[in-house]
């Protein structure tokens, strides 16, 4: 059985749609961990109740990122998992962690990539007065907010919208392609070829993700 670790700095919906489809969908893989590096995530009550154990380290015990991320990495390596998703991990990673991770580490992110990296991707969005927009799934590389895409989807922006609406938008997207990202990966589904993503069906042809319908 394959074995998950989940990333959370605060609510942790994300990492709930995570749990949530992979016990429906009966997933061959276990949720080994959620840990957070903030003791006060509302998202570690949650994956308590559902049995799941979390872990908290805190990142302002350390005096550097590097010093951070190894003890993250061997915390999270006492769970030997298959893949690792950050689920709103609100942490810039040092590129020996991404690199330990590589191809097995996820990122959610709200907006269309490579449209609006960062924080704050809906005023931005709305800032620049895109009509559509949306949030990505992708391959964690050491350059923050980009790596290889593995799925995104596309919400229209309205007129009267303004960033809480627009965020509320995005959320039910981000809870509909992250599951899907992280089950293909735990099924070894993904291809990357030319730092582009594909996703390997039953019968062995390669296609495409579209996930905006
Ligand atoms: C999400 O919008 C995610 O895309 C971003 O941070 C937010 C986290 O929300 N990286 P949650 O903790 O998953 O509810």
Request: cysteine-free.
């Given at each position: 059985m394959k074995s998950l670790v989940i990333l959370i700095s605060g609510r942790g919906s994300n990492m709930q749609s995570i749990v949530e489809a992979a016990a429906a969908e009966q997933w061959p893989a276990r949720i080994a961990a959620v840990i957070s590096n903030r003791p006060d995530a509302a998202g570690l009550a949650w994956a308590q109740s559902r049995g799941i154990e979390t872990r908290v380290l805190d990142h302002r015990g350390f005096a550097t990122r590097e010093a951070?991320?190894?003890?993250?990495?061997?915390?999270?390596d006492e769970y030997s998992p298959d893949a690792v998703a950050l689920a709103g991990f609100m942490r810039v990673l040092t590129p020996a962690f991404v690199q330990h991770y590589e191809g097995r580490l996820l990122n959610i992110h709200p907006s269309l990539l490579p449209a609006f990296p960062g924080l704050k991707t809906h005023r931005a969005a709305l800032d620049a007065g895109v009509k559509e927009h949306g949030c990505t799934v992708h391959f964690v590389t050491a350059e923050l907010d980009h790596g290889p895409i593995i799925a995104q989807a596309v919400v229209p922006v309205s007129p009267g919208d303004d960033e809480t609406t627009l965020a509320a938008r995005v959320l039910e997207q981000e809870?509909?392609?992250y599951p899907r990202a992280v089950r293909w990966?735990?099924?070894?589904?993904?291809?990357?070829?030319?730092g582009r993503v594909h996703v390997r069906e039953e019968d062995g042809t390669v296609k495409a993700v579209l996930l905006s319908d």
């Open positions: 951070f991320d190894a003890v993250l990495s061997a915390m999270i809870h509909r392609i990966l735990l099924e070894d589904k993904l291809v990357i070829a030319d």
